[in-house]
C-alpha cells in the first residue's frame, strides 16, 4: 500500500520504488516522516493524465550525479529481533509503535545495529537506510548492487543504477499525474535519459535480485536490511561479471 502520496516530491520517488523491477530506482522511499508525509506545504500529485499530458515529458534537466559507496555489508550487527524493532519507528508500517520505538532506540543493546542500519544523505558512506535532512528514509538499493557487484565505484552497476534514477526524476519533475509520471519515465530511458540509462542496464541482471526484487516496502527493508547488517552476503568469486559480461550478451542478442 503507497502510504505518502501527498507531496510530488515525495510520490515521485515512490512511484520510481515501484517501478525498480523493470530498471526502477537507486535510493528506494520506504517511508517518510510524520511530518513530511502530508503535513507539508506542495502541490498534490493529481491522478487526472488528461490535465498533465500537455506539459508533461521528459525534460532534460540538471540532475544531481553525486555517487556515495555503501557500507560494507556487516553480517552480525543486528539480530532480526532488532530489525524488526527498528521497523517499529516507521509510521507507514503496520507495526509503527511510537513507544516500542522510543524504548528500542534508546536501549543500549541496539546501539551497534542502529549504527549499521543507519546513516545520513552527505555520510562518507552509506547504510541500509539513508535518512535526509527532512526525516525521509530511503532504502540504499544502489549500494546493496554494488556490493554484489564487487565494484563500489563511480562506474559500477550500483553508481549507473542511482544516476538512472535521478536523470529520470530530474526529467519528469513537470508530471503530476501517475500514468503521465510513469509514461515520462519509460521515454525518458530513449531521450533524455538514454545515455545513463543505456549504462544502467547491468542492474537487469538476475544476480541483482536480493537488491530490488520486492513488492513492498516491508519486504525490502527487511530484506536489505538484513543484508547489511544481519545475514550478509557472499561476493562472488568473479564479481564484477554483472555489470560486464551480462550486459555484453544481453546487448548484443
Known sequence: MITCLFDRRHWTRIRSWQLVRVGGVALACLFASTASCGEEAGPAASTDASTDAASCGPQVAPWD????PPRPFGPGACTSDQIAGEAKCNPSFASFDPTACTTFERSPANA????????????PTLGA?????DGRWFINAAGCIALIDGDSSREGCGARYEANLACRQAACDNCF???AYNDCWREAGNSACKS???KAICAQSPV????????T?????DALTALFCSTGFTVPADAGFASDAWVEATTSE
Open 129 to 133: 537506510i539513508v535518512v535526509h535532512p
Open 112 to 123: 551497534t545495529c542502529r549504527q549499521c542500519l543507519l546513516s545520513t544523505s552527505g555520510d
Open 217 to 221: 516496502y516491508e519486504e525490502l527493508y
Open 208 to 215: 541483482f535480485g536480493p537488491c530490488l526484487d520486492y513488492d
Open 177 to 179: 499525474s501517475v500514468s
Open 196 to 198: 545513463v540509462a543505456d
Open 65 to 68: 550525479s553525486t555517487w556515495t
